[in-house]
């Protein structure tokens, strides 16, 4: 029999906060039909004080133990992605485990930006099939909004705050048809880093520093990056693009989501599309779309959910996952 990981939760959690564009063009040279035009997005939500991306975390992770019928004391490894942590250390995975009473087992974060997620989803996948822990909590949890400049209105306009979690749980079977992840591919390319960055680290300037972004040459490498790395994993898994059911792709931009669908020849129908409500909430986004797809009904169980993610780095991924 085989190992496989397989999805028993879903949950996301939102900062109380909702701002609009029509709100941000009081504060930014914007306007509402510049930022819709440009990124699909109307709006966000702005973590507040005494919302932190572990507090976010905890009730995503606490929604999704509710959803798979669980405690934290059946949880035994946490993987967080996030680039935005509450401390330089310890890990917020580890805030985490303490807050939802998780205690003894694995907790630790991983750092991919926007691919932060489906990286997490890789790791503790490997780590429950080798059989270093039987139940996983995966978590994407982001305050961009505390890294961003809000003087520099290409950037700041486009991302949010907020958390998504899910539920993995290694199961035996050897049916075709079972439920599990199928297949991850993940990818790197540090050439590219002056792309897509913070201009500050603990060990250059000893400052967080502001998130910069050359968009259109991100644009440009997300659209090609995404679409092959697609390709690599549907054809690891032994399907086609017809074959996906739902594709729930990191939420940066309307026109990213609108341009990986045509290059795979997809039923716009099929992609699943938070970005007008939550804009860019980067290795929170693919987890938030999915909660809200799980929940909403569009997903059911049998079906196959591509999820899919480029960062800063470039880093990017694509995992298949039988529901």
């Known amino acids: 029999m085989t190992l496989r990981s397989v999805l028993t939760g879903t949950g996301s959690s939102l900062p109380v906060r909702l701002v609009t564009n029509a709100e941000l063009a009081e504060k930014v040279d914007t306007s509402d039909e510049w930022i819709v035009e440009r990124t699909g997005i109307r709006t966000r939500h702005i973590a507040g004080e005494g919302e932190t991306t572990a507090t976010l975390a905890t009730d995503a992770a606490r929604n999704a133990l509710e959803a798979a019928g669980l405690t934290g004391a059946d949880i035994d490894l946490i993987v967080l992605a996030t680039a935005t942590p509450d401390q330089t250390f310890p890990a917020t995975a580890t805030i985490v485990q303490e807050a939802i009473g998780a205690r003894g087992g694995i907790a630790f974060d991983v750092a991919a930006v926007c691919s932060g997620f489906v990286y997490a989803v890789g790791v503790a996948d490997s780590m429950l099939r080798t059989g270093m822990a039987k139940r996983a909590l995966v978590i994407g949890s982001e305050t961009f909004s505390r890294i961003l400049d809000w003087d520099d209105r290409a950037t700041c306009v486009l991302f949010g705050d907020g958390a998504g979690a899910i539920v993995l749980e290694a199961r035996e079977s050897d049916a075709a048809d079972a439920p599990g992840i199928l297949a991850t591919r993940l990818h790197a390319d540090g050439a590219h880093n002056q792309l897509l960055y913070v201009d500050g680290g603990a060990s250059t300037t000893g400052e967080i520093g502001k998130l910069r972004m050359k968009g259109r040459e ?97 880093t990017w991924g694509a995992s298949l996952i039988r529901i």
Do not use: Y
């Open 218 to 314: 991100v644009f440009r490498h997300a659209v090609n990056n995404l679409s092959s790395v697609l390709g690599e994993v549907l054809g690891d898994a032994g399907f086609t693009a017809d074959d996906i059911d739902w594709l729930v792709p990191h939420q940066a931009n309307a026109r990213i989501l609108d341009a990986t669908a045509r290059k795979l020849s997809m039923d716009p129908a099929k992609v699943v599309v938070t970005v007008d409500r939550h804009a860019n909430t980067s290795a929170a986004s693919v987890p938030l779309a999915l909660d809200v797809a799980m929940r909403d009904g569009r997903i059911k169980p049998g079906d196959l959910v591509m999820i899919e993610a480029m960062g800063g780095g470039f």
